[in-house]
């Protein structure tokens, strides 16, 4: 039986709210910190010894071991694995949702503000063990952990008496993809995580739940070392509001559920139905006789209270003056309700929604705010395991404007340091002289209007990660197989795996990647979501890769052109002829395509700045160069598209990937008119491999940067040649002496065939060379040396490979 309370007086409330005193006793913080002394003098030793203490474990090694995994993994009834998958696949879902992307904010013109999710780099997640080892809430705090990405992530458990981690903890670190379990349990597993031993690194941050030792050691690591915590830990709380329709055998077993947690669990009935609070009494005393934890729930019944209060109004006053952990809301109209909570940690609405849902697996985090910290905090999320960090750039547009605002501030709080921070670069501005519009690119403008408000191709895998046991939806033939291979289903749309890889390599978002069948795909793709055909125009800087005027013609786009000056950079004047022109995109190859060289970082960013289309940086020879990539500079440009691809130095030409950086606006309008399954599975499988494998690219580059240093000086040292020009690329333009055409089709007699670049603007006299393997470069040097001389013998017949690509 709960004791009754029939309509207490407003003024009486803050009493019956008080929750029983939980206050720690002195004895349980003395005993914590000689925990935290004992760890950090002894280390494991000191953890193992608890263990026997305690535990009553006698453990060797603390690690779970990769067998002790294999063997728990084997026992859990299959019924039981088939149950946690589903409620992990619910609590990932709504997890994976919390993950918004913001946009940049341009707060003034040419100031740019915006933030970013930064997962926290080690985090230690405490799992309670023993006689109910509470395997879900590892799945709680390790779901929006690996969502977050922490790269560490350290979970700690007590051992049972035998020395093992209850199985059913080790399954769920195992579908979690956490290897790192670790046999410590109470304060000492705590201190452990704060401190670091041999075994279990130092974190910094600690999740979970625990008794009064626990609770005590999370505060003193978060007090006295500096670790972060996830919440104010206390006892387990519902709170029920109930009206006359309300089913009374439900009301009793929710009670029920959350007294059965400990003796010192809080159960609140709040009621306006006098006849309902009888029916639960009676329920509560039918239920509680065949319950096995009895004795526990009925200590806790005995200490909570069933309140009769007027109306919903003051059932709705009353709690969110109680501010409880969970909130059920077992009325007629639930929503009305729900509306107007201001304090809670979980609110459960309807008849048919128990608290016991959001405990295991309706997706929402069962780690909440107890003891009516609800009032101020938020349960554990996604946001949980992440840092926000804030980020801001000016342009000389942004410092001209914001410079006075921040100056007069600063010179009124006294702060003369502050003012001149901003002063002495405006002081430089002004010298500078004359300042540039500012681009007023608008997304939405870029856009063809044909295209703003189109739909996408939708596919069921767009809609579900991974494979279903049974997957219907595509019409793929499962009966089929290629040589061993499996490429019965259609690859994923959105390549995620991919993209994962590539943000992580790069530093950027997944959102903010493209990947198309090589970048010519990209290019295509750009060209046709900004550009009404017969009507829009491009601008190129020839001399320059010859892809972009092919995908103009093929789209009806007209192409204007910006020559590139004698040296192949962009005019001087380059960022005010922009300016004025109605183009929806520029190309700029940087290294460029075929004259090798990098154009000026400050030329392209007064064109960013002054353009006001899309400007696409290809930089399919960055990896060439030696200069950062525009990448690191998205967020400064909202109209910037950066161009990679796997076909140059990563070696893979063959896969046909290519992948557009930008900002995820356009990157989103992208993936609205690619082809659906545009990377085919086996690029996708192979462009993993690759990613996974980072000395290979070293490698390779290094090689081709010798190869490249070797092949210039001896091609510049030949008669033949009048100059070898500078590159940053794989490949060397060099001026021939005679005529061009004559000695490229001479060096195909040689069975060598290099790129005729000779009617290109500015490039009169020259061929395109890739620096190949060194026996490679030994030959053509050696037909070049020898078409040089003065009378060009009939060279011997060619023997070349039989599979020649160029
Ligand atoms: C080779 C090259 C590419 C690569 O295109 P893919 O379609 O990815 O192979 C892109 N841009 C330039 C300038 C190139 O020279």
């Known amino acids: 039986m709960i004791p009754t309370f029939s309509y207490p007086a407003p003024a009486t409330w803050a009493g019956l709210q008080q929750r029983a005193a939980t206050a720690e006793t002195a004895t349980v913080a003395g005993r914590v910190r000689r925990i935290f002394e004992q760890v950090q003098q002894q280390g ?19 690690q779970v071991s990769p067998a002790e995994f294999d063997e728990a ?9 088939a149950a946690i998958r589903q409620a992990y696949a619910n609590i990932k879902a709504f997890h994976a949702a919390q993950n918004q992307p913001e946009p940049v904010v341009e707060t003034m013109p040419g100031v740019r503000c915006w933030r970013r999710a930064v ?76 401190l670091g031993t041999d075994t279990v690194p130092a974190v910094d941050k600690i999740f979970g739940p625990g008794n009064r030792y626990v609770t005590a050691a999370k505060q003193l690591a978060a007090a006295e070392y500096g670790v972060g915590i996830d919440l104010p830990a ?12 309300a089913n009374a055998a439900f009301v009793a077993a929710d009670l029920l559920s959350q007294a059965e947690h400990g003796a010192d669990s809080q159960v609140v009935l709040l009621t306006d139905s006098a006849p309902l609070l009888d029916r639960v009494q009676a329920e509560l005393q039918t239920q509680l006789a065949t319950l ?83 009032r101020q905090y938020s349960g554990v999320s996604l946001d949980s395991f992440v840092k926000k960090i804030t980020f801001q750039t000016l342009s000389r547009t942004g410092l001209q404007q914001l410079g006075p605002v921040v100056e007069a501030m600063a010179e009124a709080e006294g702060l003369a340091a502050h003012a ?52 219907l939806d595509a019409n793929e033939n499962s009966l089929a197989s290629v040589g061993g291979a499996d490429f ?171 992948v557009a950086y930008a900002a995820p606006a356009l990157i989103s309008y992208l993936n609205i008119i690619k082809p659906p399954y545009n990377i085919s599975a086996s690029t996708q499988q192979l462009a993993l491999q690759a990613l996974a494998d980072a000395p290979r690219l070293a490698a390779l580059l290094a090689a081709t940067l010798r190869e490249r240093t070797w092949l210039s000086e001896q091609l510049a040292a030949l008669p033949l040649i009048e100059h070898v020009f500078p590159s940053d690329a794989n490949f060397l333009l060099v001026r021939v002496r005679t005529d061009a055409t004559a000695v490229y089709q001479q060096l195909q007699q040689y069975g060598i065939v290099v790129r005729n670049r000779s009617t290109q603007p500015g490039c009169a006299g020259c061929l395109r060379i890739t620096v190949g393997t060194a026996e490679e470069n030994r030959q053509v ?23 020649y690509k160029n």
């Open 234 to 245: 206390g006892p387990s709380e519902v709170l029920v509001i109930a009206d006359a329709t």
């Open 488 to 658: 019965r289903r259609y690859p994923d749309p959105q390549q995620r795996a991919i993209k994962q890889a590539l943000a992580q390599l790069k530093q950027v978002s997944a959102d903010q990647i493209f990947l198309g069948n090589g970048s010519d795909e990209a290019i295509d793709l750009l060209l046709r979501l900004s550009c009404t055909p017969g009507q829009d125009a491009i601008v190129l800087c020839p001399p320059t890769y010859g892809m972009y005027e092919v995908a103009a013609r093929l789209n009806d786009v007209r192409v204007e052109r910006l020559p590139l000056t004698p040296d192949f950079q962009l005019p001087a004047d380059a960022a005010r002829l922009l300016a004025g022109s109605r183009a929806k995109v520029l190309f700029l190859c940087s290294p460029n395509n075929p004259t090798g060289n990098l154009l000026a970082r400050e030329a392209m960013e007064d064109i960013l700045n002054s353009f006001n289309g899309l400007v696409v940086v290809d930089e399919a020879y960055a990896d060439y160069a030696d200069a950062p990539s525009w990448i690191t500079r998205l967020h400064e440009f909202p109209n910037l598209v950066v161009l990679q691809t796997f076909s140059k130095a990563w070696g893979l030409a063959g896969l046909r990937l290519g």
């Open 119 to 194: 997962p926290v780099q080690r985090v230690g997640l405490y799992i309670p063990g023993g006689t109910a080892p509470l395997f879900s809430t590892l799945l709680m705090l390790g779901v929006p952990a690996r969502l977050a990405g922490c790269p560490e992530v350290v979970v700690c458990s007590p051992p049972q008496a035998d020395g093992r981690i209850s199985p059913v903890i080790l399954f769920v670190a195992r579908l979690l993809g956490i290897d790192q379990v670790v046999k410590a349990g109470g304060a000492q597993a705590i201190a452990a995580l704060a």
């Open 420 to 471: 001149r921070a901003v002063s002495i670069r405006r002081a430089q501005l002004g010298e500078a002289g004359q300042e540039s519009a500012g681009s007023s690119f608008s997304l939405e403008q870029l856009i063809r209007p044909s295209l703003r408000q189109m739909q996408p191709y939708s596919s069921a895998r767009d809609e579900f990660e991974g494979l279903a046991p049974v997957m």
């Open 44 to 62: 494991d030793q000191a953890l193992r010894a608890l263990a026997l203490e305690l535990d009553g474990a006698s453990l060797t090694a603390l």
């Open 292 to 374: 096995p934890r009895q004795e526990v729930a009925a200590q806790a019944l005995a200490a909570s209270r069933a309140i009769l209060l007027r109306d919903a109004d003051q059932m709705l006053t009353y709690s969110n003056q109680y501010a409880p952990e969970h909130l059920i809301l077992a009325v007629a109209e639930p929503e009305t309700l729900a509306a107007r909570v201001t304090n809670a940690g979980s609110v459960f609405l309807g008849h048919l929604t128990p608290e016991a849902v959001g405990d295991y697996a309706s997706g929402t985090n069962h780690t909440l705010p107890t003891g009516g910290y609800a």
């Open 73 to 81: 993994v084997a026992v859990v009834p299959a019924a039981l694995q």
């Open 781 to 803: 040097v050696a037909a070049l040396q020898q078409i040089g001389e003065v009378k060009p013998a009939v060279p011997e017949p060619a023997t070349f490979p039989s599979e």
